[in-house]
């Protein structure tokens, strides 16, 4: 009995031994390469359909691990049953085979930017889009599909107007799918429950809302103006009279192919319901994508009587109560 005790001992001990030799032998084999004193994180990237062993062998050649063995030895210890997200990573200088395969588990894929400015169409987001990530015409099929606002605006016809002007991070490999419903989320969550009893509250649906403010978008860059602009749709709108705005027409000309970047005279009496000189009342929809300022405007418009504004050409314009006072501004600053 002691020799059986004492032969257990010893098989305890050596397989004790064994443990903390290949724990130790796994630490010091799966420490990262001492890297250059400046060295930059490296960018690495892994395919889909990648497998683990050829991940590891990426990088060894790469000189980003020692060996691939311990490196697939880990995997296969903590992560089994997980799988490398595909994408494009950024691994730090040094990194050890554990630091890196967490990062790849984790999906930390490395991120672009990607500006959106207020007052684009669906069109020329998809512009924007294309030009960073390639995909515009899988973008132009995500534009058209309205699912994503449908509680929201159920007269949408495509996300006009709901596609949020704002500074996103998306991984290399994006769809336009997914950066659409991006911008669609974002949309919602500014435009939030209190904004939708606003205008509600205004006698506005969702869709006019957000239609008025791609006016006020299109009509002035400067904050200070936006809820003056909003102010003078506001009382023209209670008055019955028409916006005549010249945004809407460009929008109208653009649905019928190349805009030309000038309005004529003769564009003012296109038959178009988004023409705003010749039809009374908001437009069907939105002209672009405005962004918060605007729709808070279009929300919340200045306490102001004005009924008329004209550009001064340096970016700010000059409101007036009246006819006659418009007209004078006119003179001054469009001769």
């Known amino acids: 009995m002691r020799i059986l005790r004492a032969a257990i001992k010893a098989a305890l001990a050596a397989a004790q031994l064994l443990i903390l030799s290949g724990a130790v032998w796994l630490h010091l084999e799966s420490r990262g390469p001492r890297p250059p004193a400046g060295a930059e994180p490296a960018v690495f990237e892994i395919e889909r359909g990648r497998s683990v062993r050829a991940v590891a062998a990426g990088l060894r050649s790469r000189g980003l691990i020692r060996k691939a063995a311990p490196f697939l030895l880990l995997y296969r210890m903590f992560y089994p049953s997980r799988s490398l997200k595909a994408g494009e990573y950024e691994i730090p200088a ?39 990530f390639d995909g515009r015409e899988a973008f132009l099929r995500a534009f058209a599909a309205t699912d994503a606002v449908a509680l929201l605006d159920p007269k949408a016809d495509d996300l006009e107007g709901y596609l949020f002007p704002e500074t996103y991070h998306f991984s290399k490999g994006v769809s336009a799918a997914e950066a659409v419903e991006r911008m669609t989320d974002q949309f919602k969550a500014v435009f939030g429950t209190g904004w939708r009893r606003r205008a509600a509250a205004l006698g506005l649906s969702v869709r006019q809302a957000v239609a008025l403010a791609s006016l006020i978008e299109k009509e002035t860059a400067r904050p200070e103006e ?50 705003t000189y010749l039809y009374p009342g908001l437009p069907p929809g939105p002209i672009c994508s405005p962004g918060r300022g605007s729709l808070e405007a279009a929300l919340y418009p200045a306490e102001a009587d004005y ?24 003179l001054k600053y469009q001769r």
């Open 94 to 132: 040094g990194a050890s085979a554990r630091e890196i395969l967490e990062v790849f588990i984790a999906g930390k894929t490395r991120l672009y930017p990607l500006t959106v400015p207020e007052g684009l169409t669906g069109e020329e987001t998809a512009e924007v889009f294309a030009a960073a």
């Open 226 to 275: 936006k809820p003056l602009v909003s102010a003078v749709f506001h009382n023209r709108l209670r008055l019955g009279m028409k916006l005549d705005c010249d945004p809407t027409v460009i929008f109208a000309l653009k649905k019928l192919g190349p805009w030309s970047g000038r309005l004529r005279l003769k564009d003012l009496k296109l038959d178009s319901p988004y023409n």
């Open 307 to 330: 009924l008329f504004f004209v550009s001064k050409n340096d970016g700010t314009h000059v409101f007036s109560r009246t006819l006659r006072e418009h007209s004078a501004a006119v």
